[in-house]
T-cell receptor, first 118, second 118 residues
Framework: GAVVSQHPSRVICKSGTSVKIECRSLDFQATTMFWYRQFPKQSLMLMATSNEGSKATYEQGVEKDKFLINHASLTLSTLTVTSAHPEDSSFYIC??????????????FGPGTRLTVL | GQQLNQSPQSMFIQEGEDVSMNCTSSSIFNTWLWYKQEPGEGPVLLIALYKAGELTSNGRLTAQFGITRKDSFLNISASIPSDVGIYFCAGQRMRSNAGGTSYGKLTFGQGTILTVHP
């Protein structure tokens, strides 16, 4: 199956700093990627839809200036958490659609990035 | 954002027992999906359902798309210790625009935490 990677897997940062998380589709091209946030013992909540070559679409209540998304190529999307605060500590998960795959609707999920803001 | 109602929230069972969990929604979905998530990892797709009434199996797993399109269930037969994890249902709707028909974002249930005692 299609593989999606995330980097880093874990990051600890100080409050006020910015953190960049990368999401890569390793063996397929993805015009659309998704970013989710998951708090402990809770479900995945969609933050934004990342489209290659255009602006991301953010869900209601997600600050686009705080969570910057760049879909620079067909295999890479980045999420930058700007001026991070302790309440931003969470598990961030990306997913990608294989547009040329057998099921172009299926989303393949990355392994997630654990962000801890001190 | 909208969430699906998934139950039970958690289950503690003995190895060899069968498991059943379900999701309900107040509105219709065109696709129902079931995922498994293990600690510190992203969700992995178990079964996808595309037609109302559809019953699909994947090994010891069986899932059905409710006739009303507002519910789905997942059964696991003869559970084993490696079945431990969090199981999520997800619903998806189709949308039509000038470019044709496409699938929208995923809406996740709250998850069912499964513990299997040897």
């Amino acid at each position: 199956g299609a593989v999606v990677s995330q980097h880093p897997s874990r990051v600890i940062c100080k409050s006020g700093t910015s953190v960049k998380i990368e999401c890569r589709s390793l063996d397929f091209q993805a015009t659309t990627m998704f970013w989710y946030r998951q708090f402990p013992k809770q479900s995945l909540m969609l933050m934004a839809t990342s489209n290659e070559g255009s602006k991301a679409t953010y869900e209601q209540g997600v600050e686009k200036d705080k969570f910057l998304i760049n879909h620079a190529s067909l295999t890479l999307s980045t999420l930058t958490v700007t001026s991070a605060h302790p309440e931003d500590s969470s598990f961030y998960i990306c997913s990608a659609r294989d547009q040329a795959g057998g099921n172009p609707n299926e989303q393949f999920f990355g392994p997630g990035t654990r962000l801890t803001v001190l | 954002g909208q969430q699906l109602n998934q139950s039970p929230q958690s289950m503690f069972i003995q190895e060899g027992e069968d498991v059943s969990m379900n999701c309900t929604s107040s509105s219709i979905f065109n696709t129902w999906l079931w995922y498994k998530q293990e600690p510190g990892e992203g969700p992995v797709l178990l079964i996808a359902l595309y037609k109302a009434g559809e019953l699909t199996s994947n090994g010891r797993l069986t899932a059905q798309f409710g006739i009303t399109r507002k519910d789905s269930f997942l059964n696991i037969s003869a559970s084993i210790p490696s079945d431990v994890g969090i199981y999520f249902c997800a619903g998806q709707r189709m949308r039509s625009n000038a470019g044709g028909t496409s699938y929208g974002k995923l809406t996740f249930g709250q998850g069912t935490i499964l513990t299997v005692h040897p």
